[in-house]
């Protein structure tokens, strides 16, 4: 999913990737945990479309 979720922003699907990258963080969270590598690079990959539409503020938190 969270392939389909980059793929989609990478082609400027953004309101389609968006809700797939968002599920995708809480699925890992529960199945995994907060502090699974996987979680952080799926938060990275949302962080990375937030900034690609240029919404800094929402992107900010998810990399840090």
Excluded: F, T
């Amino acid at each position: 999913m969270n392939v389909l979720a980059v793929l989609l922003g990478n082609q400027d699907k953004h309101d389609m990737a968006k809700p797939i990258h968002c599920q995708m963080l809480a699925l890992i969270e529960k199945v995994l945990g907060k502090e699974h590598p996987n979680k952080l690079a799926s938060m990275n990959n949302l962080a990375l479309l937030l900034r690609h539409q240029d919404k800094y503020n929402e992107a900010e938190p998810r990399h840090c």
